[in-house]
């Protein structure tokens, strides 16, 4: 069975500084990688995916986010963070049998302050 | 905008009354997706669908959930009878066919029941 686990519930990061977001995945096959980022009552916004091919991906807003299979990681960064990144963060983990149902971590919230 | 759209956004109802939610998902994708997201979780599977054929239901949460897509374009979620434990995000997504996919996610219903 697939699973994603985020360790980090809440991370508060100063306006301008880096921003490291943790996430683990358990999945039988090559996984597919997603993470995604949801405003307060708002519906989830992809930021970027990792299929196969260069494990640093680049994804939208300034983020980036590096597969390493050695670790079954795949965190999500960005150097330098502001005030309108604060929101709800998921990583998700996915594969390519057929269909593919998503399986999410149980989020990490972004707290920015000034 | 062509998005994925859901309906109603909010939906307030008393214990045992019937609810019926509807997801337009992007005109050219095949494949639509229904979640659950509870507090302080990251969304859940329920079915999915490839065109009209509804391929996974066994995530549905009970027998009084059920969905449809009957002419493959829009699909509704049901809930018969609902409970106090119903409320909750219930997140519609869509996808291409193809075997890379990436699901683009709407913007949620959310149900309290009260």
């Known amino acids: 069975a697939q699973s994603v686990t985020q360790p980090d519930i809440h991370i508060t990061v100063s306006e301008g500084a880096s921003l490291e977001l943790r996430c683990n995945y358990s999945?039988?096959?090559?996984?597919?990688l997603f993470w995604y980022v949801q405003s307060p009552g708002q519906g989830l916004q992809l930021l970027l995916k990792?299929?196969?091919?260069?494990?640093l991906v680049q994804g939208i807003k300034g983020f980036e986010a590096e597969f390493k299979r050695s670790q079954s990681s795949f965190n999500l960064r960005k150097p330098s963070v502001h005030w309108s990144d604060a929101a709800e963060y998921f990583c998700?983990?996915?594969?390519?049998?057929?269909?593919?149902?998503?399986?999410f971590g149980k989020g990490t919230m972004l707290l920015v302050s000034p | 905008d062509t998005g994925v759209s859901q309906d109603p956004r909010h939906k307030i109802t008393k214990r045992g009354q019937n609810v019926t939610f509807r997801c337009d998902p992007i005109?050219?994708?095949?494949?639509l997706y229904w979640y659950r997201q509870t507090l302080g979780q990251g969304p859940e599977f329920l079915t999915y669908f490839q065109n009209e054929a509804q391929l996974e239901k066994s995530r549905l949460l009970s027998d009084r959930f059920s969905a449809e897509r009957p002419k493959g374009s829009f699909s509704t979620l049901e809930i018969q009878r609902t409970e106090q434990g119903d409320s909750a995000m219930y997140l519609c997504?869509?996808?291409?066919?193809?075997?890379?996919?990436?699901?683009?996610f709407g913007p949620g219903t959310r149900l309290l029941v009260l």
């Open positions: 990792y299929f196969s091919g260069d494990t």
């Open positions: 005109s050219e994708h095949n494949r």
């Open positions: 997504a869509s996808s291409t066919r193809a075997g890379l996919e990436t699901q683009y």
């Open positions: 998700a983990v996915g594969g390519n049998s057929g269909y593919s149902t998503l399986t």
């Open positions: 999945y039988g096959a090559t996984p597919y």
